[in-house]
């Protein structure tokens, strides 16, 4: 089946796995190309979800002449929604559209811009995760409108999740099923990694410079210099409607470079600017019918379940049966004890019972004893740390009173600080990148090192740099066991440095001298198994538990309070405060208001 988009130019159906890029200025006619395809892809059956952050798309609905219905897609969201959409459902709408292969227009239009960001995050990291499986890798276009308020050039504080999602679809949704459009009148603000991944070009009138050079940066990648100067001449003065369409290899060997005029939508148009002088809207008077039964059952087996598998929510479930349960028992005593008073020969035993404000005050003792069993065990830690700093301190004084002055070989003079070779990092384990002042030979992390740096603290901070560099102090001082305010890591730093081991200031590098006196070293290991190291290094304390919940949620994020819960630690404490801040400066967890375990755990 051939989708007809002009009537010189149709895609075959296997459009729906491709990216493309639809680019034009306000008013040029690219929503008119972009609702063109959504209407061939649904007549073909092919499952089609329209993202729409202005609330322009509900014309699809209805006819174009308003008098006969349109198309029978599920409107999620906005003022004319079928069922009303949440910031926090981006998850659940996604486990929605991929399990039962619904058709559904996610209108954004009342959301706050971080509201956005939320639902579209959770919603396209979802959808990318559940269609890894197999069973669920079926065709589906996601089509994005004002594709810049996803795919931002330059993301705001919050929207870098989604960025990243972005990006992981466009770059490999289509190995798993999901093709993408992304329309924008806005090509300069369109994210450039996102934009030069699109297979296909759909280029309407565009006249601003900053967007016609971002145009240029996806025809660098995918064009000749003769089509680009032949499309860069003709843009500023396109008519409305007339389109570039330019798909190198695409869907044959000779692909695509044609200009088309595409032609009428044959649903609504609801993007359409009013009249002058219109006071109202002309409604369209027929609207497809769609199955909202149905469509809210599958929601409502969605929620719960997602519900069920929440442990706040099943808090509250074992709370709720709790209080049915004392109630039962309530009047089920009373009951006997007016039986029992029919019995003058029997005597009623009273029995303790705890009241309600009693028990409350009891919970409230059991939680402030928690959090100090916590405080005590962060004290115990740091105790643990200034022990073994002080061990070092009195072995170096010990060293320093016996062990003979060394003088180094002439043939090995010391190395100068500016030329020394540093460490660069390499999926957690170190590379020499050698000097361009002068060639170095590095000593395999076999070799048995320089003596003088024995068992002390300067040895796991140099193994902590050889491990991965260019650290800051206080992530330094963790990875080797040390407190970064201490006199004794300064000693350590001096040293390192004086021997031509250590570089840098604001971040720290081992140099390839410090890597030949350093000797042999155990590189970190990688994805699962170097979660299972950092577990391991971090014993017992809350900061595991914290790390392991997050494990456990991957790739999925989770909120302070059901890292708090699942770690059986209160996320109002300044402990908990402390852990997550050790976490993130050893790089295993991201995040702020919400937290995830950093992916290279899983790489």
């Known amino acids: ?40 892809l649904f007549k073909a059956s092919q499952q089609v979800v329209l993202v729409d952050p202005k609330g322009d798309q509900w014309g699809v609905r209805s006819a174009a002449d308003g008098k006969a219905p349109g198309l029978s897609i599920v409107i999620l969201g906005g003022e004319r929604a079928d069922v009303p959409l949440e910031a926090g459902s981006g998850e659940v709408v996604a486990k929605l559209v991929v399990e039962e292969r619904v058709s559904v227009l996610l209108d954004l239009s009342l959301f706050r811009k971080h509201e956005v960001a939320t639902f579209m995050t959770g919603f396209l990291e979802n959808l990318y995760r559940l269609k890894a499986r197999e069973v669920y890798r079926t065709p589906m276009m996601l089509v994005v409108d004002e594709a810049d308020a996803v795919a931002p050039q330059k993301p705001q504080k919050g929207e870098e999740r989604m960025l990243g999602a972005a990006e992981d679809i466009v770059r490999r949704g289509g190995q798993r099923g999901i093709g993408c459009v992304l329309v924008t009148q806005r090509s300069a603000v369109l994210n450039k990694n996102v934009l ?32 680009k100067r032949t499309l860069m001449a003709s843009l500023p003065s396109l008519p409305v409607g007339d389109a570039w369409v330019w798909s190198p290899g695409w869907p044959t060997v000779d692909g695509i470079f044609k200009r088309v005029h595409v032609l009428p939508i044959e649903t609504y148009d609801s993007g359409a600017s009013p009249d002058p002088g219109e006071k109202k809207r002309a409604e369209p008077k027929s609207v497809a019918e769609v199955d909202l039964d149905a469509l809210k059952r599958q929601m409502s ?25 004392k109630e039962l028992e309530r009047a089920t005593s009373g009951s006997a004890a007016s039986n029992e008073r029919a019995k003058p020969e029997v005597k009623a035993v009273e029995k303790f019972v705890l009241k309600d404000g009693q028990l409350a005050r009891a919970e409230a003792i059991v939680a402030k004893l928690d959090a100090t069993a916590e405080r005590f065990s962060t004290f115990e830690e740091d105790l643990r740390s200034t022990a073994k700093e002080i061990r070092d301190a009195i072995a170096i004084a010990i060293a320093s009173t016996r062990a003979p002055q060394i003088t180094p070989p002439p043939t090995q003079p010391r190395v100068n600080h500016r030329q020394a070779p540093v460490m660069s990092t390499q999926g957690g384990r170190v590379a020499p990148v050698a000097a361009t002042s002068r060639p170095a030979s590095l000593v395999s992390p076999s070799s048995n090192g320089n003596s003088e740096i024995g068992n002390s603290g300067l040895k796991r901070i140099l193994i902590a740099l050889a491990q991965r560099g260019g650290l800051t102090r206080r992530q330094l001082g963790l990875r080797a066991c040390l407190s970064s305010r201490s006199g004794t890591f300064d000693t350590y730093l001096s040293k390192g440095r004086t021997n031509g081991w250590i570089v840098g200031s604001t971040t720290l590098e081992i140099t390839t001298a410090g890597v030949e006196a350093l000797g042999h070293y155990d590189p970190l290991p990688e994805g699962r198994a170097l ?7 971090l014993g017992n304390s809350g900061a595991a538990r914290i790390l392991r919940a997050l494990a456990h949620a991957h790739p999925m994020a989770l909120t302070r309070s059901a890292v708090g819960e699942a770690a059986q630690l209160s996320d109002r404490s300044g402990t908990f ?18 937290l995830k375990a950093s992916d290279e755990l899983f790489d």
């Open 577 to 594: 405060d402390t852990y997550l801040s050790k976490l993130r400066t050893l790089e295993l967890i991201e995040g702020r208001g919400e």
């Open 531 to 537: 979660l299972d190291y950092w577990l391991n290094e």
């Open 1 to 40: 089946m051939k989708l007809k988009i002009a009537e010189d130019l149709s895609f075959p159906v296997d459009v729906v796995t491709q990216t493309i890029a639809v680019l034009a200025k306000r008013r040029a006619g690219k929503s008119y190309a972009m609702r063109r395809l959504v209407e061939q």
């Open 196 to 227: 030069t991944q699109a297979q296909v070009l759909i280029a309407l009138r565009t006249i601003a410079p900053q967007d016609l050079a971002a145009m240029n940066a996806w025809i660098d990648v995918h064009g000749t210099e003769e089509q």
């Open 301 to 325: 087996a969605t929620i719960e379940k997602a519900k069920a598998d929440d442990p706040r929510e099943l808090r509250k479930l074992l709370a709720e049966k709790d209080r049915h349960i």
